[in-house]
């Protein structure tokens, strides 16, 4: 019993953990039509200012909260200079992420040295759930997550600035017409993707140390639990995300870690050949 309860909380956290991630992945790709493939740098770089504050003798706290601000806001900078003038050409906007991305890991690299770099957990310890005791901060995770999760339906759905944004991702035309200006709409998406890459950066290096490849990992796996999920809706890649993240923190209770990776990759490709759509198609919050 206390080892189904265990294995039952390690998928949850590390489910948390790919929600994060596919949540921006997701909002770009709706938004956009492109996929962003320095997300999983963007991860890196949380994870990196979060080491940085702590190494120069802040509270842990402090570079968690900074790495989402930091981050977001060189995800706009990025949008305005160069990603925006790629949206006609998606191919070529995935190219240019993924060599932003990979000038910003052999960056990392570079001024770590390779190496693999601790930080402490902010709230160490455990929780006492009666069947048996959890880590109080992956615990800490899953609850930050489902703030998060509400945070950004409420932005989408329930302000003004979500009412832009599902505007401009209906129709730009019209919008640009109705005088919302698509350009700031554009690069505040991009930006508020970038900073949910960054706190799950933030969050999860006490739990995988800082490396220069920590993003790469995630990245493949919020790829394809958006494109299980679908695209066009809040929930979409929500639904993939908790299904790729389940998965893989379930199977390799049962079967090697590397099998299981490739296992859930087969489920997911097999899956999105029969239903291209997603689990979730459409638009809408």
Not at 92 to 110: K, P
Not at 217 to 239: E, K
Request: with cysteine; charged share 10%.
């Amino acid at each position: 019993m206390a080892n189904a309860f265990v294995a039952v909380f390690e998928i949850l956290s590390f489910g948390a953990i790919i929600v994060l991630i596919v949540l921006g992945l997701g909002i770009i790709a709706s938004m956009m039509g492109i996929f962003n493939f320095a997300q999983g740098e963007f991860v890196l770089l949380g994870a990196y200012i979060t080491y940085l504050g702590h190494r120069q003798g802040l509270p842990v706290w402090v570079g968690m909260a900074l790495a989402p601000l930091l981050v977001g806001m060189l995800g706009f900078v990025l949008e305005g200079l160069i990603i925006r003038r790629f949206y006609a050409a998606p191919i070529v906007a995935m190219l240019g992420t993924y060599a932003l991305g990979l000038i910003i890991r052999e960056t990392v690299r570079g001024l770590t040295g390779g190496l693999y770099l601790p930080v402490p957990e902010p709230i160490g310890g455990s929780i006492d759930l009666g069947v048996v005791h959890v880590s109080a901060w992956r615990f800490t995770i899953v609850v930050i997550t489902i703030l998060v999760m509400g945070a950004c339906h409420v932005l989408l759905s329930r302000t003004s600035f979500g009412l832009r944004v599902r505007a401009t991702l209906e129709n730009p035309a019209l919008a640009r017409a109705s005088g919302i200006s698509t350009p700031f709409i554009y690069g505040a998406t991009f930006a508020v993707g970038a900073a949910l890459a960054g706190l799950a950066g933030a969050l999860i290096v006490p739990v995988f140390t800082l490396f220069a490849d920590l993003g790469i990992r995630f990245l493949i796996q919020g790829f394809v639990a958006v494109m299980v999920g679908g695209i066009g809706s809040f929930i979409a890649p929500v639904a993939g995300a908790a299904v790729i993240g389940a998965l893989s923190a379930a199977l390799p209770w049962v079967i090697a870690p590397v099998l299981a990776d490739v296992f859930v990759f087969v489920l997911a490709i097999a899956f999105i050949k029969f239903r291209p759509q997603g689990l979730i198609a459409g638009r809408g919050v």
